[in-house]
Each structure stands twice: as C-alpha cells, then as structure tokens.
C-alpha cells in the first residue's frame, strides 16, 4: 500500500502563510494526480486543491472556491515533493490537511472518492 507523508502544519496566526508539502516513501508522486483535502471535526472531508502527474498538458491545476487566490499548489522540478502554499490564513482554514493521490482517470478532481491513496494529516490551526 503506497501512501504519502505530509508535514508542514503548525499553528500560525491569522494573516499568516505555511506551506505543506507530500511526498511518497520508496516511490515518487511524479506519475500521480494529487491533491489535498482538509477535514475538521463532524464535517465532511473537503478538496482544497489538485494537481495532475508531471508532463500532463492542458489545464492541470484546479482550486475550491474558498482558498482560490490564497493558495497555491506546486511540485518541485522533478515531480517528487507537491506542496501546498497557504498565504492569508484565517481561522476557518483551520483543519487537518490530507495529501492524496490517484493514478486513474480522474472526473471531478476535488472529490475524496476519486483518490485511492491517503496520508495521515497534517493539522493546520490558525489562530490568534
């Protein structure tokens, strides 16, 4: 079972930026589409934001309308390590913060049941 790391989270204040990263242990996240989700307690798992396998042409990045503008998805050069940059925190962008990942096709890529691979969180507070 392959499974992604994340690390990153922390409490930071509000207004403030953290940057998570995901990568995978013996494989790499090169060949996948991935994104990150984020859940708080009694509410349903929420897809923040995705990016497709590296060398995938066309529109490949996507965000929920709730983070679009604060925070950017990213690999690094060679496709390994995928992060999330959070700029503008507020306090409802508290969570813990999952990394996943899919090798099939993907429909609706901000949605938990599209991905077969999940790590265990990162937990984001923002607070003052």
């Known amino acids: 079972h392959l499974q992604p790391v994340e690390s990153g989270g922390g409490l930071v204040q509000p207004g403030g930026s953290l940057r998570l990263s995901c990568v995978g242990t013996?494989?790499?996240?090169?060949?996948?589409?991935v994104a990150w989700f984020r859940q708080t307690p009694g509410k349903e798992r929420e897809g923040v934001a995705y990016i497709c396998r590296s060398g995938k042409t066309g529109s490949c990045i996507d965000y929920s309308d709730s983070v679009k503008g604060r925070f950017t998805i990213s690999r690094d050069d060679d496709g390994k390590t995928v992060y999330l940059q959070m700029n503008s925190l507020k306090p409802e962008d508290t969570a813990v913060y999952y990394c996943?990942?899919?090798?099939?096709?993907?429909?609706?890529?901000?949605?938990?049941?599209?991905?077969?691979?999940w790590g265990q969180g990162t937990q984001v507070t923002v607070s003052s």
């Open positions: 996943a990942f899919t090798g099939g096709v993907v429909i609706r890529p901000l949605s938990p049941g599209e991905y077969d691979n």
């Open positions: 013996g494989f790499t996240l090169r060949y996948y589409t």
